[in-house]
């Protein structure tokens, strides 16, 4: 609902707002007075966008999520694939995530997947290391054959 | 004349010429896919831009601002699908015009309508963004302190519905700002002892999180599965009648005007010079009842309208350092990317960039009648047949790489990912995000001009309002923050009498 959505925003940044005035306050001289001010203008804003919606006669219903169980599962995947893609190397994580991700979305043609994850992966490589020649996350599969071998 | 000169002498060359042909392609590309849009593509180009000479960098986002501006006009007109918000009215009656198998008529007037308005635009660009620039000779700390509070001031009151969350959101973009080693007294702010800190945030890091990570959500919370059939995107040649593109004409030059102006305007965006052009457009027809049954004066004038924003936008952004829109922002943090301070100083520093990025658009805009006509066009919509839900991780990846080329640490990936998910629901509850990236941009020179303008007047704060121009910046700045808000008391109380 917007009215209590506006009332939780306006909240949220009243206390970041002081929070970070009341940090600025262990600053010393001209460079703490500038994110103070910062910090008590912000909790005036977010006072006045509390205050406004509380002061609303209507209230707008007003969806945060549409698909709340396809968010999650993406937000979930996404996260996942963060935290994976330094222990198991860039190329590895993100040629599970071409797969994993449209599959936990309900995606069931797995040869199209499939075929989409190795033409993208492989534009990836060649542009990212052979072109520009980033460093990215090293294999892991990599790393144990070194070991193996 | 010699600083387009030697400007173009630069642009001439192999690296940026590449860089232009491969990103209008590219931004044709990305406009014709929905749920992509130029800004995420630039963010997402951004990162990349760190080894390339700034003149490369500058031609990536001019062709892809100028192509996907242009692209978004292919699903809008085949699908009613607009390809990305300024292209809504190109459905109108580019749609109808599809509907009765003129598809491929539709699609060659976006094409031309949208070449004409980035000329136009371009060429305003040139010839006013050195005229204002030269106002800035006379500014000192003072000026800049007001130029920079005024720029977020005024995007932060026109983007979106409310301006106090604009002003709340540009509030935060400052504090992020300050985050980091203070330059002026070495000062560790807001750092909490992690070393990854001290340089402050990443701008692009938070950039591309903030956004291209919401699209993607909400890519998946869409969940296409099958994208479009063939048929679907069958097009078929129509010849144009007797004078019917000379009668084009006066649309195409209304048009341009319209999208000019409000692309010097801080704040307004492609969607509302699309509209202004579409309404003048009906309102001068002879017939307007045709306009949106598929009438092709409709199609040219938002089309023309939307891409003669694009280089306008950028005239007080270059000139100023007020962007007057995101990816002005976005053009803006490219140049700190490259160690350049935007703002007015940049046109005395390197004419040759600023100069060279004013063609960059005006190539880019020419580039689009070569390379966007109805071949490419064809070939463009048949990538609309990939499935959307494909198109999720593919993102994800590219943003990741691009996030982690930077500095080489998996630290920011997360702060992307925070960033994202923090702009999803941001945006859900109307706060607008471009302030905030506004914010940090010109944060550090607010701050760094305040504390020089109090530095030179020995602690005395009327210095900051006593000089003519500072003064009249700062009554304009109050002038702009006040107002709209006087307006929504006053809406507000409207009601209450009756």
């Known amino acids: 609902m917007e009215k209590r959505q506006d009332i939780v925003l306006g909240l949220i940044f009243v206390g970041i707002g002081i929070f970070a005035a009341w940090m600025a306050t262990s600053y010393k001289g001209a460079s703490g007075t500038y994110p103070m001010v910062l910090g008590l203008v912000l909790t005036l804003l977010g006072a006045t966008v509390s205050i406004k919606a509380l002061r609303q006669p209507t209230d707008q219903p007003r969806a945060l999520v549409n698909a709340p169980a396809k968010l999650v599962t993406a937000a979930l995947v996404s996260t996942i694939y963060v935290a994976l893609v330094i222990p198991l190397g860039f190329y590895t994580a993100s040629f599970l995530l071409v797969l994993a991700m449209p599959l936990a979305l309900g995606f069931r043609r797995l040869v199209y997947a499939l075929t989409v994850a190795v033409v993208f992966m492989s534009l990836i490589y060649l542009v990212f290391s052979v072109l520009l020649e980033k460093p990215l996350p090293r294999e892991l599969i990599l790393s144990l054959n070194a070991v193996g071998g | 004349m010699e600083f387009y000169t030697n400007a173009l002498s630069h642009v001439l060359t192999f690296g940026p010429l590449t860089a232009m042909i491969g990103a209008t392609l590219l931004g044709v590309f990305i406009g014709a896919l929905p749920g992509l849009n130029p800004v995420m593509a630039i963010a997402l180009l951004l990162p990349l831009t760190y080894s390339m000479d700034p003149l490369v960098a500058l031609a990536m986002v001019a062709g892809i601002y100028n192509g996907s501006m242009y692209g978004g006009a292919i699903p809008a007109i085949l699908l009613r699908i607009p390809g990305t918000p300024a292209s809504i009215a190109t459905t109108f009656d580019g749609f109808p015009m599809a509907d009765r198998g003129e598809a491929s008529k539709a699609l060659k007037i976006a094409c031309w309508s949208s ?103 909400q890519l998946a919370e869409k969940c296409d599965l099958r994208g479009l059939s063939a048929a679907q995107l069958k097009l078929a040649d129509v010849p144009f009648k007797k004078g019917e593109i000379r009668g084009l004409i006066p649309t195409w030059l209304r048009a341009s005007g319209i999208g000019i102006g409000v692309g010097i305007l801080p704040g307004a965006g492609g969607n509302i010079a699309a509209f202004l052009s579409y309404n003048a457009a009906k309102n001068a027809s002879d017939d307007p009842s045709s306009f949106g049954k598929g009438n092709p004066q409709g199609v040219a004038a938002a089309e023309c309208g939307n891409n003669a924003d694009n280089a306008a936008s950028m005239i007080p952004a270059l000139a100023l350092g007020i962007p007057g829109n995101v990816v002005a922002a976005l053009v803006l943090s490219a140049l700190t990317i490259h160690g ?31 390379l966007g006509g109805a071949v490419a066009t064809r070939v463009f919509a048949q990538f609309q047949r990939l499935p959307g839900v494909l198109l999720v991780p593919t993102i994800l990846i590219l943003m990741c790489v691009g996030v982690y080329v930077i500095n080489g640490r998996a630290i920011d990936l997360w702060v992307m990912l925070a960033a994202g998910f923090a702009g999803y629901f941001l945006e859900k509850v109307n706060f607008p995000l471009a302030p905030v990236i506004l914010g940090m941009i010109l944060g550090p020179m607010a701050e760094q001009s305040v504390r020089r303008a109090l530095l030179i007047s020995r602690g005395d704060v009327t210095e900051l309002v006593t000089r003519p121009i500072s003064a009249v910046l700062a009554a304009v700045t109050v002038l702009v923050i006040v107002w709209p808000l006087v307006k929504m008391a006053r809406r507000r109380r409207k009601p209450v009498e009756h």
């Open chain 2, 340 to 370: 350049l301070q935007p703002g007015p100083q940049l046109f005395h520093q390197n004419p040759t960039l600023v100069g060279g990025f004013m063609m960059e658009m005006l190539i880019t805009s020419v580039l689009i009648f070569a």
């Open chain 2, 115 to 217: 070449a004409i308005g980035g000329i136009a635009s371009a060429i305003a660009l040139m010839t006013m963004g050195p005229m204002l620039a030269r106002v800035t000779l006379f500014f000192g700390p003072a000026e800049y302190f007001w130029i920079a509070i005024f720029g977020m001031a005024s995007v932060a009151v026109m983007v979106g519905s409310d301006p106090v969350k604009g002003i709340m959101a540009a509030v935060l973009g400052l504090l992020i700002g300050t985050i980091g080693i203070d330059n002026l007294s070495g000062q560790a702010r807001f750092t909490f002892g992690q070393t990854w800190l001290l340089g402050g945030l990443d701008l692009i890091v938070v950039l591309v999180g903030l956004y291209a990570l919401p699209p993607v959500l």
